[in-house]
């Protein structure tokens, strides 16, 4: 009954509220960006909200939405909207006079560290290296699986061995298997293929690789190992594991033999989609390994499109290690022709057919709709796959108007939940990509929220990050390196009412925590392979979605995004920049995001000729802000940034308090 109880109370030590004061406040524990809208769920309050800062001044006092029926956690719920708040700081929510939490956080680069842990997690997921303190800190390891050589087993149809390292272990245990790799590097390729200039310099602590950008050098070390598992006919090995799963230890004590086990269409398809991809992301750094990927996808689609009834459907006999079975591989077809058309030009590979559903390992025709959606120059008309995007996002962007708000329905909850809550970032991303509109932006902060803080466990998801976060993940190096701490970044799977792994304690199981709410059925237990492993699919879709969004927010887009798309944070440098009363807000902000160079040029004009009178802080492209600080004193060019300000038809610039003109002179 403890895990039951924990479920559902699950109050982060934040929350002061005493028993006979049931409110609660989900909020998003790493923070929220000045610039951008701001929502937290209430549960069991009445009254008006007041946000204090740290002097505990008011700053800012909301009326809650009218409570809806969240069927996912059986509450009802009412959502916040604090967009209003825009000055850096920490803040402390009160309803009714008593304080809910203390953790709620404005900062700019919100997202930046999530973004960087839940990447660097793949480093700490590398096979075949040891992993040194230099990079992997109080985490540091010995090699495991170091010997390349590796025995074919008989489902493969083949005798003998052959040489495979590298490769990031798939889970919570050692094994690599294709299927899985593949959407994995797929989404972390296109991460980079989205935001190239973004992460061309972005580094989080890894081994170097040549020149190449952090993310780049993170994706080829699977890459590296995806091509080892090719055989010479362009056949692809389904996965590399030992014949059962490894007991609980370090990746060095794990001696168990490793077999190359099973071929099948969907890793060959896989397979060339994956490697299609690579061969353009990484034809600017290194043309012959580019050239050598190409190649390998026009083999594994060759090899695959002819033997399309080629499945891995179960495990061999004996063997006992994950399946990722399929038998139809249509939606890898579709997925490799649509990455081959794109890097080839070739027509041949074309194939009709769009999705209106989220991919995951086993269904790719989702990511191949954003393929044709996003490369109409080669498809000719996108409009269809387009509008299947756009009509599953609008979809979302409904859910997340009541009950906790967030993208997540009740039939959502499978195993693995976060990664399909993930996912739907991804996709309302891509819808936000195709046409600007903000309502797909906010719907995907929505799904980071839920992620960090904002759903029913009143937990960040992220081991590593908020208030509260995952202690004890179903993963095999953090149970036994002997270090307290998890490693950071890793998102757990998440809450699912199966109870797959519910049973007894000899059997390496857990005692009931299913609450009879799927929103709730989870436990922060290393037996819990059901709602508390983590794995490489799970962590990219978080890693896409965090970096995306730091990278819209230093102002760049994909190629083929809507003008509009790129934008430019807002810094407020201190909370007591937002002033209001207890009764209302009486200062807001808006933020005039940067976009291509084009736009930038008529942006000032467009903002100023649709201000009002009422005074508001605003910030233009970064050319105009650029030029400010080009025309200020020495002595204001600090890190406090100057904004513009508007009374009436005057423009002024504000300091520190202080006014001046558009020369510098202070007028105030």
């Known amino acids: 009954m ?3 109880f924990f479920a559902l109370v699950a109050v982060s030590a934040s929350v002061l509220a005493s028993s006979a004061f049931a409110a609660n406040a989900y909020i998003n524990q790493v923070g929220f960006r000045p610039s951008d809208p701001k929502e937290f769920s209430l549960v069991g309050a009445s009254g008006n909200v007041e946000i204090q800062d740290a002097s505990g ?3 800012l006092t909301v009326t ?14 009412q959502l916040v909207d604090i967009s209003k708040l825009t000055a850096e700081g920490k803040y402390s929510i009160k309803v009714g006079g008593q304080t809910l939490r203390q953790d709620l956080v404005v900062k700019n680069n919100t997202f930046a560290d999530v973004y960087k842990a839940a990447i660097k997690w793949f480093y700490y997921q590398r096979a075949s290296m040891a992993l040194e303190s230099a990079y992997a800190g109080k985490w540091a390891r010995a090699a495991g699986h170091t010997n390349a050589t590796v025995e074919l087993h008989n489902s493969t149809g083949a005798s003998g061995s052959i040489n495979s390292s590298k490769g990031w272990y798939d889970a919570g245990d050692y094994g690599r298997y294709i299927v899985n790799s593949g959407i994995t590097t797929y989404t972390l390729l296109s991460l980079y293929e989205h935001f190239p200039e973004f992460f061309k310099t972005a580094k989080w602590n890894i081994p170097a690789d040549g020149t190449l950008p952090d993310l780049l050098a993170e994706i080829k070390y699977n890459l590296d190992w995806m091509l080892t598992m090719q055989a010479n006919d362009g ?17 060095a004590q794990d001696n168990a033999k490793l077999y190359v086990i099973g071929k099948s269409a969907e890793a060959a398809l896989d397979f060339a989609g994956v490697m299609a991809v690579a061969a353009r992301v990484y034809k600017p750094f290194d043309s012959n390994y580019a050239a050598k990927c190409l190649d390998a996808a026009k083999k594994a689609y060759s090899w695959g499109s002819s033997n399309m009834s080629y499945h891995f459907t179960a495990n061999p006999s004996d063997v006992a290690t994950g399946a990722y079975e399929g038998d139809n591989a249509a939606d890898e077809k579709l997925f490799a022709g649509t990455e081959l058309a794109i890097t080839t030009g070739d027509n041949s590979y074309k194939q009709n057919g769009s999705s209106e559903y989220v991919s ?13 959606a996003t490369h109409a120059s080669v498809f000719g008309d996108a409009n269809e796959a387009k509008q299947k995007i756009l009509g599953t996002a609008d ?12 993208v997540m329905a009740k039939d959502d909850f499978v195993w693995g939940s976060n990664a399909v809550a993930s996912n739907q970032g991804v996709w309302l991303l891509h819808a936000y990509y195709l046409t600007g509109d903000e309502k797909y932006y906010a719907a995907a902060l929505k799904v980071l929220d839920y992620l960090l803080g904002k759903n029913p466990l009143d937990m960040s998801f992220v081991t590593g990050y908020g208030t509260k976060s995952p202690k004890m993940p179903h993963h095999r190096p953090s149970t036994s390196d002997n270090v307290e ?7 757990v799977g998440g809450p699912q009412p199966g109870g797959e792994d519910v049973g007894s304690a000899a059997e390496w199981k857990c005692a009931d925590y299913r609450t009879g709410n799927a929103a709730t059925a989870y436990t922060d237990q290393r037996c819990s392979y059901a709602t508390n492993e983590v794995a490489i699919n799970w962590n990219a879709p978080l890693a896409y979605l965090a970096g995306a969004l730091e990278a819209l927010n230093a102002g760049y887009a994909p190629s083929f995004a809507a ?15 937002a002033v209001s009363s207890s009764s209302q807000v009486v200062s807001s902000s808006s933020v005039a995001p940067a976009s291509s160079s084009s736009e930038q040029k008529s942006s000032s004009s467009q903002s100023l000729a649709s201000s009002s009178s009422q005074w508001n802080p605003w910030i233009s492209s970064s050319s105009m802000t650029t030029a400010i600080h080009e025309t200020l004193p020495a002595g204001m060019q600090n890190k406090a940034a100057p904004r513009l300000r508007q009374n009436g038809h005057k423009l002024y610039v504000e300091k520190n308090g202080k006014r001046f003109d558009l020369l510098g002179n202070s007028i105030r």
């Not at 995951?360 to 025709?365: A, I, K, T």
């Not at 979809?395 to 967030?406: A, E």
């Not at 701490?485 to 998102?491: E, T």
């Not at 003008?563 to 920049?577: F, P």
């Open 395 to 406: 979809g979302f962007v409904n859910r997340t108007k009541s009950g906790f708000g967030v």
């Open 57 to 59: 001044k008011t700053v």
């Open 235 to 251: 056949s692809v090995y389904h996965k590399l594991t030992s014949l059962a799963f490894p007991g609980d230890v370090m990746p």
């Open 563 to 577: 003008n509009g798309v790129a934008r430019k944070s807002t810094v407020s440098s201190s909370s007591s920049s």
């Open 2 to 4: 403890k895990y039951k």
């Open 64 to 77: 809650p939405g009218a409570a809806s029926f969240w069927d996912a956690s059986g509450q009802n719920v």
């Open 360 to 372: 995951y390992w086993g269904d790719l025709s989702g990511v191949a709709t954003y393929g044709k």
């Open 485 to 491: 701490d998890p490693i950071p970044g890793m998102l």
